[in-house]
Antibody
Framework: EVQLVESGGGLVQPGRSLKLSCAASGFTFSNYYMAWVRQAPTKGLEWVASITNSGGSTYYRDSVKGRFTISRDNAKSTLYLQMDSLRSEDTATYYC????????????WGPGTMVTVSS | DTVLTQSPALAVSPGERVSISCRAS??????MHWYQQKPGQQPKLLIY???NLASGVPARFSGSGSGTDFTLTIDPVEADDTATYFC?????????FGGGTKLELK
């Protein structure tokens, strides 16, 4: 059974940093692209960043480019999202997802971790 | 960015058929996918590439469309289908989601 479990969310002040982690199990992690998708409170879904199975290439939405870094450790089956220079508009639940690289849909999602950016 | 437009809400009775629409601001070929999100839960993939049923999803769910107009159909609707349904396109970058259609049962 595919399982994705996020951790690392919390309350952080604007301009500060936070690092999210996602522990994956139930599949061969190193064979799959992965992604982060976020959902602001009572709002819709927004793709944030993706990473290839090897970690050799990364992709970001414009609003987080230069501030967020997606990475992975295939030996630990873990995905990360380093978030720097956080803004109030980054407040959201962040979901770790398995990203199907050809058709580019998200076939499994973790339960999410909440990030609140506020002073 | 490609904007996906969905009706905000629908109300149907159990046993009926319901169609949820998603219209794209530009063509997305067949690269439209559908998700179900129940309150307090993460989204779950229902349909990928317009009409392909995801593993474990009941055959009551089906998808159709191409280009700019897509439909998710549930037939028959069951009480457990109360949820918000999102479409997502992956033909154009960045990948975008619709605002969601909240399905309520009468």
């Amino acid at each position: 059974e595919v399982q994705l479990v996020e951790s690392g969310g919390g309350l952080v002040q604007p301009g500060r940093s936070l690092k999210l982690s996602c522990a994956a199990s139930g599949f061969t992690f190193s064979n799959y692209y992965m992604a982060w998708v976020r959902q602001a409170p009572t709002k819709g879904l927004e793709w944030v960043a993706s990473i290839t199975n090897s970690g050799g290439s990364t992709y970001y939405r414009d609003s987080v480019k230069g501030r967020f870094t997606i990475s992975r450790d295939n030996a630990k089956s873990t995905l990360y999202l380093q978030m720097d220079s956080l803004r109030s508009e980054d407040t959201a639940t962040y979901y770790c997802t398995r990203d199907r690289d050809y058709s580019r849909y998200f076939d499994f999602w973790g339960p999410g971790t909440m990030v609140t950016v506020s002073s | 960015d490609t904007v996906l437009t969905q009706s905000p809400a629908l109300a149907v009775s159990p046993g009926e058929r319901v169609s949820i629409s998603c219209r794209a601001s530009e063509g997305v070929n067949s690269y439209m996918h559908w998700y179900q999100q129940k309150p307090g839960q993460q989204p779950k993939l229902l349909i990928y590439k317009a009409s392909n049923l995801a593993s474990g999803v009941p055959a009551r769910f089906s998808g159709s469309g191409s280009g700019t107009d897509f439909t998710l159909t549930i037939d028959p609707v069951e009480a457990d289908d109360t949820a918000t349904y999102f479409c997502q396109q992956s033909w154009n970058d960045p990948r975008t989601f619709g605002g969601g259609t909240k399905l309520e049962l009468k």
